[in-house]
């Protein structure tokens, strides 16, 4: 074997190693319990923007969503990707509700005026 | 008979200008659903890109590089465009393009109920620019514009020879920049016009008339070489495939090594692979939460002038790395006492960005191919939304799940590594191939690869940066979406 390859084969392997040492352990480990989370939010909408509530949702695979929303209009809120939507009446309060089985980053939108509002970010197992 | 390019323009123009005012914000795309890259994996792809770079300039030094640069293997030997598989290509691709034009004037006007929208900017944009990376330059074949200029030679029993030259020193490659340029912009920031299909048929309609007429007037040949934007394009992308096409033999090579056989012949196109790059990267950053407290910063008067502002940067950002690159280019210049001007060097070099820009675009955008992509599935069944159901797919709904975050990050980080290695690599041969001392090639490259680095860790940054969620001042369609 040349200087070349050990080289190559040394930088290969230090890469490797890196990247297994580097990569945070899976959630499933650090908590054993292994059942679901139910998580729920409340967003409050008013003029189009929200007033209340977190504009990111932050959750992890596999977790049970709910996301009550109270909005001072008539419009439907649709939350893109899992493609979930809620028809509100003024102060009526509605929600989402599913089953975060797939990661990404997923936003919501008022959907007759199309404005954004947050997004639902679903972090990987 | 000046009229012919007068009245093309004009034509172009007045097409754009109508389009304008038609809807607010949009992203024409639809969503990708991407998660940030988090921040160990940025880290760890900025460091395995710095070291990569250095090992591949340690252990290259000593190739010394002939000929072209590389070697390749003949798989097909004959391959006439008289074939029928050619012919069935060629065939299938103007049928492909005559149904696009015609959905977008007798189909629905809801983009993700037309053929035409899906087809065009994410199948043909994309899907075809990531198959051409793979299998080489198919488009001169396939170009349907190409084909439909063929016939009408053969029609009018006449060549398209020119009417007059082609001005290659001034014009250059700036009329397939222009074209990118719109392109991009109607992509994401026509405030949704380009996506309906309307406007979308009268486009390519257009474009290709104009196309047409331009090869009649400088030739076939100038126009398919300088003025056509995806001939450009494409062939660009195309070197970095390990497959290549010459006098009807297919031959293999090393992936990347196509960048060697030639550089870059006019300022321009440098230029335009300054945007390849920096288009990509602003449509990247203009979704981070940093441009949004950026542009939250500028003067009042600028404040919910989004699409003014979004289409000024666009132009403007491929003159940013241009500066860049410039000034890096220089400092090589002066550390090995080139004989070459900066303007030489720059060309010479520009290449060696391409795998960069490839593999950007491909981290960025092959999400929204494999999610977004699918919505081609449903109107393949109704191409007009008329209801039919040709094939049994009008019903089909878009699996988002298709594939994972973290399966995301690891494509994303991986390609830009392998990109940048790339690019490090054919800087590299390039310099040993101007610079006949070693030691010089090897100095020469430092500048380079500091650049380069740059470049790559700007791609990793963007990815890696939060998203911002769109402020209710500008908001944003999202009609290619799920539903």
């Known amino acids: ?125 | 008979m000046r009229l012919s390019k007068q009245t093309s323009l004009w034509t172009l123009l007045t097409v754009l200008a109508a389009l304008v005012p038609q809807a607010a914000s949009a992203h024409a795309f639809g969503q990708t659903y991407t998660l940030p890259v988090p921040l160990w994996l940025f880290m760890y792809g900025a460091a395995a890109a710095v070291i990569v770079s250095f090992l591949i300039i340690g252990l290259a030094v000593n190739k010394k590089p002939t000929g072209q640069g590389y070697t390749t293997t003949d798989l097909v030997s004959s391959l006439a465009s008289s074939h029928w598989a050619v012919q069935v290509l060629q065939i299938l691709s103007v049928l492909l393009f005559v149904l696009t034009i015609i959905a977008g004037f007798i189909g629905v006007q809801q983009p993700y109920l037309n053929f035409n929208v899906p087809f065009f900017w994410i199948i043909f944009m994309l899907g075809l620019t990531y198959l051409i990376a793979i299998i080489g330059n198919i488009w001169p074949i396939i170009n349907p514009l190409q084909i439909g200029v063929g016939w009408l030679e053969r029609l009018t029993g006449r060549h398209f020879t020119g009417v007059e030259p082609y001005p290659a020193k001034t014009l250059g490659y700036w009329p397939a920049l222009a074209t990118y340029y719109i392109i991009v912009w109607l992509e994401l920031f026509s405030g949704g016009a380009g996506i309906v299909p309307r406007n979308l048929s009268v486009l390519l309609l257009s474009y290709g008339l104009i196309t047409i007429a331009f090869a009649y007037w400088y030739g076939r040949q100038a126009w398919f070489k300088y003025g056509e934007f995806f001939s450009v394009f494409f062939g660009l992308v195309s070197k970095v495939a390990p497959l290549e096409y010459q006098g009807g033999k297919i031959k293999l090579r090393l992936p990347f090594v196509g960048l060697l056989k030639d550089s870059a012949d006019h300022f321009s196109l440098v230029v335009f692979i300054m945007f390849m790059l920096s288009s990509t990267g602003f449509d990247g950053l203009k979704e981070t939460s940093t441009w949004g407290r950026f542009v939250a910063s500028l003067p009042v008067w600028l404040h919910g002038k989004t699409q003014l502002l979004d289409s000024t940067f666009l132009a403007l950002s491929p003159f940013v790395l241009l500066t860049l690159y410039w000034c890096f280019i220089w400092l090589m210049r002066r550390v090995t006492s080139a004989k070459e001007t900066t303007g030489q060097l720059a060309k010479v070099f520009a290449f060696s960005l391409v795998p960069i820009a490839v593999v950007y675009n491909v981290a960025h955008y092959f999400t929204l191919l494999l999610v977004q992509g699918q919505s081609i599935i449903r109107p393949l069944s109704d191409p007009f939304g008329f209801g039919w159901n040709l094939f049994g797919t009008a019903g089909y709904k878009l699996n988002i799940g298709i594939i994972g975050a973290a399966t995301v990050w690891y494509s994303q980080v991986a390609l830009i590594v392998i990109g940048h290695m790339a690019a490090v690599y054919v800087a590299h041969i390039e310099a040993l191939k101007i610079y006949p001392n070693t030691k010089k090639a090897l100095v020469s490259q430092y500048p380079m690869l500091g650049l380069m680095v740059l470049y790559t860790m700007l791609s990793l940054w963007i990815i890696a940066q939060p998203i911002a969620v769109a402020p209710s001042a500008l908001p944003q369609t999202r009609i290619l979406r799920t539903q």
């Open chain 1, 1 to 125: 074997m040349d200087r070349k390859s050990l080289v190559i084969g040394v930088a290969v392997l230090a890469l490797i190693g890196a990247f297994v040492v580097l990569k945070p352990k899976p959630k499933t480990q650090t908590t054993p319990q292994q059942t679901v989370q139910q998580k729920t939010f409340t967003l409050e909408i008013k003029d189009k923007k929200l007033i209340s509530g977190p504009e990111t949702i932050q959750v992890n695979q596999g977790d049970e969503v709910t996301i009550k929303i109270t909005l001072d209009a008539t419009d439907e809120v649709h939350l893109h990707g899992y493609d979930k939507s809620v028809e509100l009446e003024p102060n009526q309060p509605g929600e989402i509700k599913f089953t975060a089985d797939t990661s990404g980053r997923f936003p919501f939108e008022l959907e007759g005026s199309k404005t954004e509002l947050g997004a639902v970010e679903v972090a990987p197992k």
